[in-house]
């Protein structure tokens, strides 16, 4: 077992090791599922031989998404594996969707276009398109492509869609300045070289706060306008077809059979 001496010894390190060295060795320690860089750190943990550690859940709070989602929602949002960074260029104008619980819209900027990462389950489909289009994807989208919500029904059962306001100063355009971080749900690395008003949409009451970068990793292949790929996106894209191929044979079907009543 740790002695006091040695359980001191790691106190001191924790407390004077640089915050990226203190992730590496946690997340050694721990088999956490987020890394602080593109590559994985060698060497021994912090701890003796004989020690355990136990990684516990923690209490659910309200202003955590885990409270309003349902079980099969929290399985999407649930990060079980190692988080893989997702970028993307964006410019001024354009949104970024996390499933239906997150709109980051990029408003003013002092630059042509800004490097967004997003940090959170794969499982969780992205859009990025047009800010003007953000509240038909609202309308069309929620619940279907992007999920969670799962179903339609589900959004007003997570409150009121609401807008906060953050301004992000960039000194460099390789290291990630900022975070936005939604509880519960991940986080969106803001990269610049300049300044950016961005608008964060969620729904009332989750906790939405801003803080020094984590991480400056970014995606080594750039996320492209639209869907993401993701197999939430493939079957509500096939469901939706298969939906207006049904539309579509009964406007046949009923065109048909009131043209037989007239003749």
């Given at each position: 077992m740790c002695g006091r001496l040695e359980l001191r010894m790691l106190e001191n390190l924790l407390l004077s090791m640089p915050w990226g060295d203190v992730l590496g060795k946690l997340n050694h320690l721990t088999g956490s599922c987020a890394r602080h860089d593109s590559g994985d750190r060698e060497g021994g943990g912090v701890l003796c031989g004989q020690a355990k550690l136990f990684d516990t859940p923690g209490i659910l709070h309200p202003y955590h998404f885990t409270t309003r989602l349902t079980r099969e929602e929290q399985k999407l949002v649930h990060m079980s594996k190692e988080l893989t960074p997702r970028t993307y260029r964006i410019k001024p104008g354009h949104s970024v969707h996390i499933g239906g619980l997150m709109r980051l819209d990029v408003e003013e900027c002092s630059v042509s276009s800004i490097y967004l990462t997003v940090w959170a389950s794969l499982l969780l489909p992205l859009h990025m398109g047009k800010k003007?289009?953000?509240?038909?994807?609202?309308?069309?989208?929620?619940?279907?492509?992007?999920?969670?919500?799962?179903?339609?029904?589900?959004?007003?059962?997570?409150?009121?869609?609401?807008?906060?306001?953050?301004?992000?100063?960039?000194?460099?355009?390789q290291e990630s300045s900022t975070?936005?971080?939604?509880?519960?749900?991940?986080?969106?690395?803001?990269?610049?070289?300049?300044?950016?008003?961005?608008?964060?949409?969620?729904?009332?009451?989750?906790?939405?706060?801003?803080?020094?970068?984590?991480?400056?990793?970014?995606?080594?292949?750039?996320?492209?306008?639209?869907?993401?790929?993701s197999r939430i996106v493939s079957q509500a894209g096939r469901r939706l077809n298969k939906e207006k191929q049904k539309s579509k044979r009964k406007q046949v079907e009923d065109k048909g059979i009131r043209l037989a009543q007239f003749h």
């Open positions: 003007e289009n953000a509240p038909k994807m609202r309308q069309d989208h929620f619940g279907q492509q992007l999920q969670p919500p799962i179903g339609e029904t589900r959004i007003n059962d997570l409150g009121k869609w609401v807008r906060n306001e953050f301004r992000v100063v960039g000194e460099s355009w975070d936005i971080a939604v509880a519960g749900l991940g986080w969106i690395a803001v990269c610049l070289k300049g300044e950016v008003s961005l608008g964060v949409w969620t729904y009332s009451g989750i906790d939405v706060v801003s803080r020094k970068s984590l991480t400056s990793a970014k995606a080594r292949i750039f996320e492209e306008a639209g869907f993401s790929m």
